[in-house]
């Protein structure tokens, strides 16, 4: 398995050449991008300063892992207006156009919400009417995304929605395309579940990876901490992927970062990843 770190991991407004020097630095294989509003690789980015953008991180020695956005948030494909739904399809059609540019074979989909609720005023949306608008939407992306060589990622977030594995699994199921998959993250299915077990009943839907860890007695969004500084049993959830023959990129997505020493989240992740991947010289 390749060994990625999210650009999230770092301090918010830093550079990305400055994101790719420290990812290079820690030792990692590659960097996962982000599309955002604005800015180095925003809505507005062309697919000139794209190719330019991958050129540079290839230059400095490492790949593109991915390609994530946080817009999912703002734009919802099972949201209640029209308007809101059908600009998150278009968020999604930019984030496949410059995956296909940087070389980057999936990207990170949030394919909606029941209820989100860290985002305070959040729309909530019948669970029924999320899922039916949801699959009409991927449904709709499936055939764009194959077109362009970038697979979808479905990503299990909190968001009140395909809450188990299996429910993910026939969701993915039901859109019946191999471009789209699961977008599988680690530590996110650790309040109220056992990720391994997610590993095995998705198997090779699983399109990438995403480690964080989280420490079930905290609870909420405190919950999350360093890597094996939690609950994930890391040798577990390894032995499932190693089983299901997963060897893609495993990312480490870091948040929030350090309010000091920012950047030593990012060399602590890089050491935590070798060990669970067995990376390093020594057994634990």
């Known amino acids: 398995m390749k060994k990625g770190i999210n650009i999230w991991s770092f301090r918010e407004g830093t550079p990305i050449a400055e994101c790719v020097r420290l990812a ?19 809505l507005q980015t062309t697919e000139k ?14 790949e593109i892992a991915g390609l994530a956005t946080g817009l999912y948030w703002s734009y919802a494909m099972t949201s209640e207006s029209e308007a809101n739904r059908t600009k998150a399809m278009d968020v999604c059609r930019k984030q496949l156009e410059l995956a296909a540019v940087l070389g980057a074979d999936t990207i990170l989909v949030i394919p909606g919400a029941v209820g989100v609720d860290f985002i305070p005023g959040c729309e909530v949306v019948d669970y029924d ?10 449904g709709k992306l499936a055939p764009e995304a194959e077109q362009l ?17 299996l429910e993910m699994r026939g969701f993915i199921d ?23 077990q997610w590993v095995r009943i998705l198997g090779d839907r699983i399109k990438k990876v995403h480690f964080k ?18 609950d ?5 959830v390894v032995n499932a992927l190693r089983e299901i023959g997963y060897d893609g990129y495993v990312t480490g997505e870091m948040i929030p970062a350090y309010k000091h020493y920012t950047e030593q989240i990012i060399f602590n992740t890089s050491a935590s990843m070798d060990a669970i991947l067995g990376r390093n010289d020594y057994k634990a």
Do not use: C, Q
């Open 24 to 42: 290079k630095a820690a030792g990692f294989d590659g960097i996962e991008l982000s599309l955002n509003e604005s800015g180095e690789m925003g």
């Open 49 to 62: 300063e794209a190719r330019e953008l991958r050129d540079s991180i290839t230059e400095a020695g490492l």
């Open 129 to 138: 009417k999320a899922y039916d608008r949801a699959l009409e939407a991927i």
């Open 149 to 165: 060589g970038v697979s979808i990622g479905i990503e299990n977030v909190w968001n009140k929605f395909l809450l188990s594995p």
């Open 174 to 196: 039901a859109i019946g395309s191999r471009f789209v998959g699961s977008y599988f993250d680690v530590g996110n299915v650790v309040h109220s579940g056992y990720p391994e």
């Open 213 to 230: 860890d989280y420490r079930r007695e905290a609870g909420g969004l405190h919950g999350f901490v360093d890597l094996l500084a939690g």
């Open 232 to 236: 994930v049993d890391y040798p577990a």
